[in-house]
């Protein structure tokens, strides 16, 4: 039996919003490929969800705002009458479970493949992913994207806000914009992927366009407190490369200028509470910020990530995001409360391959 253990400040409630949080312990969204081949999330889905709805918050696994920001096979979306049903029939199990969540939606851009699309992917600039990528078809090589014009952006933009729309029907909280891990939003961000020399590339303000342009038309669309913004400076994740000036310039800005537009939270991917970036981010940043930190590639740390979810709380993170301590162990929420020995991945092929095994068969103190 666990030991009952000191009270955790992670434990502590939390406010978000209207939302009354019952701890600051926050789901990161993680894509598990376990949609159905056309995007709709499944009843194994909704079973994943139910038994993590203990946690402060669940920001679900990515949804794709239209078709061709597609990026893997099984994943989410949220563009289809059929999708909205099948996230409400998620929501309603976790909301009676006493859960809260909140959509995320994204879009690959250069992320994608024509054999998961059935599209050429779309990227500010017709630079190719420099790996391959995985297809319904095996895994291939990248297709260099095609340039957006202005009407592939104005589109890209309605296309967000109209999801955020279908999120809000299908039952979630509010949603989460995801310009981080090398998608679409973070693209534009990136020097290295963002070539133009219209109004949107060039200076870190022409390239940050297209992320508050989003903002403002789901904002616009569904509120403030229901928005979220996920980002994630210096991640090579995806092909991406920014300098540390670069970082250093357009992160806090852009921190700023979403400030002013009153979203609900900012959330920093592969956060370091010690480093220069994220004291400005904090320093920029007036409301909820959710710091999701870096955490051992191969392994679960033994605490469940305790440890390293309290020095983000205590670098000034309000609430903290986990993600492979929750694939792990659903009750991870009631392990950190009492201490008890939390599951390791046991096996990381199992991540992104669908069905139970290594999904919703982690086994809980409970049994």
Do not use: C
């Amino acid at each position: 039996m666990p030991t009952q253990n000191t009270t955790s400040p992670l434990l502590a409630p939390a406010r978000l919003a209207d939302l009354d949080l019952p701890n600051r312990l926050v789901i990161a969204p993680m894509t598990r490929n376990r949609a159905e081949p056309s995007g709709t999330a499944s009843l194994l889905m909704a079973e994943y969800y139910v038994q993590r709805a203990s946690a402060g918050l669940i920001i679900a696994e990515a949804s794709t705002p239209n078709k061709v920001g597609r990026t893997y096979p099984d994943i989410a979306a949220l563009y289809e009458p059929e999708h909205t049903q099948g996230w409400l029939r998620v929501n309603q199990r976790v909301t009676a479970q006493g859960g809260r969540m909140f959509a995320q939606i994204q879009h690959g851009g250069r992320v994608g493949h024509p054999d998961t699309s059935g599209l050429t992917p779309l990227a500010p600039s017709p630079i190719a992913l420099p790996d391959p990528i995985h297809t319904p078809t095996g895994r291939r090589r990248a297709e260099t994207p095609r340039r957006m014009d202005q009407d592939d952006i104005d589109a890209t933009i309605a296309d967000f806000a109209a999801t955020a729309r279908r999120a809000v029907e299908a039952g979630f909280a509010g949603v989460e914009i995801h310009a981080a891990n090398g998608y679409l939003l973070h693209q534009f961000l990136a020097p290295n992927t963002n070539r133009r020399t219209d109004g949107y590339g060039g200076t870190p303000a022409a390239r940050m366009r297209v992320v508050l342009e989003v903002i403002d038309a789901v904002i616009a669309e569904i509120g403030a407190d229901r928005v979220g913004v996920r980002i994630s400076p210096g991640n090579t994740v995806n092909g991406i490369t920014e300098t540390d000036q670069d970082i250093d310039t357009l992160y806090p800005e852009l921190a700023a200028r979403l400030d002013e537009r009153g979203p609900a939270y900012l959330h920093v991917a592969f956060a370091d509470p010690d480093s220069r970036i994220w004291k400005r981010l904090r320093s920029h940043w007036s409301r909820t910020l959710i710091g999701n930190p870096i955490l051992p590639a191969d392994a679960i740390p033994a605490d469940g990530g305790r440890a390293a979810g309290e020095r983000m709380l205590q670098a000034g993170a309000d609430l903290v995001a986990l993600g492979r301590p929750f694939l792990a162990n659903p009750d991870l929420v009631e392990r950190i409360r009492t201490g008890a020995p939390v599951n390791p991945v046991r096996d990381k092929y199992l991540m992104y391959v669908g069905g139970a095994t290594g999904y919703t068969d982690y086994p809980t103190l409970a049994g």
